[in-house]
């Protein structure tokens, strides 16, 4: 018997598909400009792609590291260091672009956090 991932919900899985799709092709396009910056990017989300097509036995436990390290914990610290700043320092400002684009990572991350304990099943595969 061999084990396997499925999605109990397709739509949550056409969303992973389609976020991951647009990172890589951002990172590739950021590999492409400035050579040395995204090839780490395009790695880690290339290899949950490709757990997620594979439907690995791993990819639950591989979802959930991966939103809650690069999804929450590093958005999250990047938000509470830019309001550490500006309580701090009443010059600093804050960009609205970038606070609101990681705002975004950090809440896509909850979602992906919180979707991977729910709708990603394990079951057996008879070979």
Request: hydrophobic share 55%; net charge positive; charged share 15%.
């Amino acid at each position: 018997m061999k084990k396997s991932s499925i999605f109990k919900n397709n739509k949550v899985k056409t969303f992973l598909l389609v976020y991951l799709s647009i990172i890589i092709t951002y990172n590739l396009y950021t590999l492409i400009i400035e050579f040395p910056k995204g090839w780490f990017a395009i790695l880690i989300n290339g290899l949950i792609l490709l757990l997620i097509l594979s439907k690995s036995s791993y990819l639950k436990i591989s979802l959930r590291i991966w939103s809650m390290f690069f999804l929450i914990l590093i958005p999250g610290l990047q938000i509470v260091s830019k309001i550490i700043k500006k309580v701090l320092n009443d010059i600093y400002k804050i960009e609205l672009n970038t606070f609101l684009q990681t705002t975004f990572f950090f809440l896509i991350g909850i979602l992906i956090y919180h979707y991977s304990k729910t709708i990603i099943i394990r079951e057996n595969k008879v070979m």
